[in-house]
């Protein structure tokens, strides 16, 4: 199995709704970052959770690190159609010196 | 501000052949990672370099090789090539090696395809 594992793999959503996406980490997460990537493009960075009960919001996009559930979770809320694209999360290591990756998970907003 | 620079955008190689990829980072950015992105997976880390050190290699083979320059630019190069190696390229700056509170910042990527 995957050290970093997201849930779901994908999702369609109408838009105007609301999506949570999960990041479990089989590891200590030292940091937890998410990104953004559109089909074939580089990664966008969205956020970078450090502490337990971490929580940081940028416009419609909340992220939370639970560090005793080795867990983050990335929620939207009123979807838009420029939401749409892969969410991936990563975890950093304890050197510091690499991020290892989730799988993603490819959101579809429905106008 | 430039942001993360790679070339070339896309490339195709014969296998067998050798390909060098190029990353230019943010300037005052110290520091480059590459990663490996198979079609439909996460990015798979392959090396990191601060102030033209290795500080970090990640499980791939010795065809794979990387260097960062006085100007803190790098190059990967990738050996007898592969139809597996076919993936896109993704090249992330950041100040220094543990990434900082402002994340790793990445290109666009380079697209490579084996035939």
């Known amino acids: 199995s995957q050290e970093l594992e997201q849930s779901p793999q994908s999702l369609i959503v109408q838009e105007g709704k609301n999506l949570t996406i999960n990041c479990t980490s089989s590891k200590t997460l030292y940091g937890l970052y998410w990104y953004k990537q559109k089909y074939g493009e580089g990664l966008i960075f969205l956020m970078m959770l450090q502490k337990g009960g971490e929580e940081k919001s940028h416009e419609k996009i909340t992220a939370k690190l639970d560090e005793k559930k080795q867990q983050s979770s990335l929620h939207i809320t009123a979807s838009q159609p420029s939401h749409a694209g892969i969410y991936l999360c990563?975890?950093?290591?304890?050197?510091?010196?690499?991020?290892?990756f989730g799988g993603g998970t490819r959101v579809l907003v429905k106008p | 501000d430039a942001g993360v620079t790679q070339s070339p955008t896309h490339l195709i190689k014969t296998r067998g052949q050798h390909v060098t990829l190029r990353c230019s980072p943010i300037s005052g950015h110290k520091s480059v990672s590459w990663y490996q992105q198979v079609l439909g997976q996460g990015p798979q880390f392959i090396f990191q370099?601060?102030?033209?050190?290795?500080?970090g290699r990640g499980n791939f083979p010795d065809r794979f090789s990387a260097r960062q320059f006085p100007n803190y630019s790098s190059e990967l190069n990738v050996n007898a090539l592969l139809l597996g190696d076919s993936a896109l390229y993704l090249c992330a700056s950041s100040l220094e090696g543990g990434g900082t509170n402002y994340g790793y910042t990445f290109g666009s990527g380079t697209r490579l395809t084996v035939v």
């Open positions: 990563g975890r950093k290591g304890a050197a510091g010196n690499k991020l290892t």
């Open positions: 370099y601060y102030e033209k050190e290795e500080r």
